[in-house]
């Protein structure tokens, strides 16, 4: 039994050298195991979809440009441009923000006085009743204004502006149509229609835009046209355009007409503290009744004021006070169409004398 133990442990002492190589063996493997790890073939993964970043809109500060954008329509090429006096920066002005036009009043049915160029700028002076138009300082205008229409301008400081009345629109003149190849001319904007070739000369009212007429004569410097006019408006059956606002045809060899002389000068007294008055909105003629065929006794300039004593029977003519040294009688009448008034409710109708 003794030599079994001993045999029994020499079998037992490499079996366990053996078994302990084993295991050191295992653990060299596991930790090879662990520090090489087995190369994994990457598969093909859709991109990560990660939102756009907000990026927050590019500030553009506003531009005054107007809401329109249009060309104004009473703008034509080779209009003449109206002279005016330049903004002044810190003071009430408008800047044209594209070509339109200056009217004499604050509407499309008023004349043209000329164009407004973009980039133009002016002294602003008003503003309508309604907010659609600005009255701007225009000098060579009868009054010394002009009207812009707000759709085409940039203002600038007119918060402050007065608010100044419409004047009266001037009746339209009825023009006398040519034959086909008789001298002509059509208007190409809405023009006066005078009594003599230049713009200190009383107007008998306007030309619509479009209206052609015969054309009889050309001013002495060919600047004005003299055409047929209804004679049941203007008594001589004739008045002056500016040959400027119009197309003229077949005129070559229209005859000059001499320039006639401006009726004299009147400067009625000023009227008294609430009294009727009117006010000449241009150049105004005087007569000695209601009436374009009654004789004229003189004119007034732009800005003028008389004290109104009565009214005609259809309401189109005041009766004014005048110097005796203009009229015996000490009265004229102007037309409604050229004045405004004030306190003239309770004004009289006058009888209408007889044509002299």
């Given amino acids: 039994m003794e030599t ?19 295991a050191l063996l295992l653990i060299t493997s596991l930790v090879a195991c662990g520090s090489t790890p087995t190369p994994v073939t990457p598969t093909s993964l859709p991109p990560t979809s990660v939102p756009p970043t907000p990026v927050p809109p590019t500030l553009v500060p506003p531009t005054s440009v107007p809401a329109t954008s249009a060309p104004d329509p009473a703008y034509f090429p080779d209009e003449p441009v109206a ?20 009217y004499s009043g604050p509407g499309r049915n008023y004349v043209v006085y000329g164009a407004f ?8 002076v008003g503003v309508s ?18 009207w812009v ?22 009746p339209t003149v009825d023009m006398v149509p040519p034959q086909q190849g008789d001298p002509q001319a059509t208007a190409l904007a809405q023009i006066f229609v005078r009594s003599g070739p230049s713009n200190n000369f009383p107007a008998f009212g306007i030309a619509q835009v479009g209206r052609t007429a015969l054309v009889i004569g050309k001013s002495e ?26 197309m003229p045809s077949n005129i070559d060899t229209v005859p000059v007409i001499a ?17 009727p008055a009117a006010t000449a909105i241009d150049f105004v003629n005087l007569r000695s009744g209601p009436g374009t065929n009654y004789k004229i006794l003189g004119m007034v ?32 009448w102007v037309s409604a169409a050229w004045v405004t008034t004030t306190n003239t409710a309770n004004v009289p109708v006058v009888t209408a004398p007889p044509p002299v």
């Fill in 4 to 22: 079994n133990a001993i045999n029994n442990l020499k079998m037992t002492k490499p079996r366990k050298i053996y078994l302990t190589i084993i």
């Fill in 221 to 246: 410097d060919g600047a004005w046209l003299v055409v047929r006019a209804d004679p049941n408006v203007v008594g001589a059956g004739f008045a002056w355009v500016e040959k400027a606002f119009t």
């Fill in 301 to 332: 300039a732009p800005g003028t004021a008389g004290e109104v004593v009565g009214k005609s029977q259809d309401g189109l003519w005041w009766q004014v006070k005048v110097p005796t040294s203009f009229a015996s009688t000490g009265v004229a």
């Fill in 83 to 102: 002279v005016v006096p330049a903004g002044v920066p810190g003071q009430p002005m408008v800047e044209a923000a594209i070509n339109t036009v200056i």
């Fill in 149 to 170: 229409s707000a759709a085409f301008v940039l203002p600038t400081n007119v918060s402050g502006l007065p608010v100044l009345a419409s004047p009266p629109i001037p």
């Fill in 129 to 146: 009743t309604d907010g659609q138009w600005y009255a701007i300082s225009v000098p060579v205008a009868p009054g010394g204004n002009g």
């Fill in 117 to 124: 160029l973009g980039g133009v700028t002016a002294t602003a």
């Fill in 259 to 275: 320039t006639p002389e401006l009726p004299p000068p009147v400067q009625p007294a000023p009227p008294p503290a609430g009294a």
